[in-house]
């Protein structure tokens, strides 16, 4: 079969041959390796050509058995134990994307889960193909310039504090956290979770968070609550980097690891540092009246980024944002056809393949845990708090059964 120039069109950003007619003509015409996307993400069903060599993706099934499927991918949030690409026939590897906490699918928390995988494309910086900084446009977006000055920020009459929150109660149990800490602190709280202050009606909409309009209401605070859903090792979300990015100093619940990607070591104030809420409100209302230490937290703005291990990984990564970089969708789905591509040319050459197996490592998270403070509320409300650790030893056993069912299911 003969194709055209009219039929091809490649994007040399995202690594796509566009507008080919058949995609799967031309990927048997030149016996390209089949990746199948299992749970659906991306529609794709088209050729990939990577550094290493082209790649059949697809999202159709009916590829299952086919002798030159080599990967099936699967979006973490999507992966459900009772839908999987059974028998897992002994050349099938697969492949993990999944930038969410387990708060979205449990079965993560656990190293059962985490060892079917061959492939990772995780928050974790230890995972196969890091995405740390997803929510990180780039280093220029840090060094913005906040669009109000300190004395306007004085001016408005404000909280101290924002905070932004709609999924409420959530495995790292910070609505707790910050239910007590307003007793000692005003806060302005826009979202559903502990709310008392109203937004515009244009910007209710999660979607709008991204919108010029509600990023004008966060610069004006001098200081903002940003709060991940689960504690996770470089599970940093864009509750920090907007926080960041527009000028507000964040006040940050999360990984423990945050300070190995800030701009330098002083430009995040850790919730985890202060010995209660008030401990911590008294700091917060310290810096409000003393505006030169308060202004040392945005530093960075006007000094630049100090932090040598953000700039290398942000320097090195190999996906990024806007028309001229290729996301990390696609980014990965050439580092795994890349991996085949090198295998496949060392068994032409008679040496042995490359074996890769995740581990915790690529993944996995601690128990959530719930704040003992004393904070006066409804059944109903401690039983939603206390669910995440239930699911957590439950999946357990769900992990652990799911490996075996699947090994016993390797032809």
């Not at 006007?302 to 320097?315: C, H, R, W």
């Not at 409300?381 to 490996?403: C, H, M, N, P, V």
Request: glycine fraction near 4%.
């Amino acid at each position: 079969m003969f194709f055209s120039l009219e039929d091809i069109f490649f994007d040399a950003y995202d690594h796509t041959l566009k507008n080919l007619k058949n995609p799967a003509a031309y990927a048997a015409k030149r016996d390209l390796p089949i990746m199948v996307w299992w749970t659906h993400f991306t529609g794709g069903n088209n050729i990939k050509r990577c550094s290493k060599g082209e790649c059949y993706v697809t999202e159709a099934r009916s590829f299952q058995t086919h002798p030159r499927t080599k990967l099936f991918l699967f979006y973490g949030t999507s992966f459900r134990a009772d839908s999987l690409p059974l028998p897992r026939l002994g050349h099938h590897e697969w492949a993990l994307l999944h930038e969410e906490s387990p708060k979205n699918n449990p079965l993560f928390y656990h190293e059962s889960t985490i060892k079917l995988f061959n492939h990772t494309a995780t928050f974790r910086r230890t995972s196969d193909f890091p995405l740390v900084t997803q929510f990180l446009d780039s280093i220029d977006t840090l060094l913005s310039k906040p669009k109000y000055s300190l004395a306007q920020k004085n001016s408005y009459g404000l909280a101290p504090v924002a905070y932004i929150q709609s999924g409420c109660d959530p495995p790292s149990d910070r609505d707790v956290y910050v239910q007590e800490l307003m007793k000692w602190i005003k806060v302005d709280s826009y979202g559903v979770c502990l709310h008392n202050k109203d937004l515009p009606d244009q910007f209710k909409d999660p979607l709008t968070m991204d919108d010029e309009g509600f990023h004008d209401i966060i610069s004006k605070y001098k200081f903002t609550l940003s709060m991940e859903n689960a504690l996770c090792e470089d599970y940093i979300t864009e509750k920090l980097w907007r926080t960041l990015m527009l000028g507000s100093v964040p006040i940050y619940y999360g990984s423990r690891t945050v300070n190995d990607w800030m701009p330098n070591n002083h430009s995040v104030i850790l919730v985890q540092e202060f010995k209660s809420p008030k401990e911590l409100a008294d700091y917060i209302m310290w810096l409000d009246k003393h505006d030169n230490e308060y202004m040392k937290y945005l530093e960075y703005k006007t000094s630049g980024i100090d932090n040598k291990y953000l700039l290398n990984f942000m320097e090195k990564r190999p996906w990024g944002h806007g028309l001229e970089k290729v996301n990390f969708v696609s980014a990965f789905e050439c580092f795994v056809c890349d991996r085949i591509h090198e295998n496949l040319e060392r068994k032409t050459k008679g040496l042995s393949q490359r074996m890769y197996l995740a581990d915790q490592s690529h993944y996995g998270c601690p128990k959530p845990k719930m704040f003992d403070l004393g904070v006066p509320m409804e059944q109903e409300r401690f039983y939603t708090r206390k669910i995440w650790g239930d699911e957590y030893e439950q999946g357990k056993s769900q992990s652990q059964a799911l490996y075996n069912h699947v090994l016993g299911k390797v032809n």
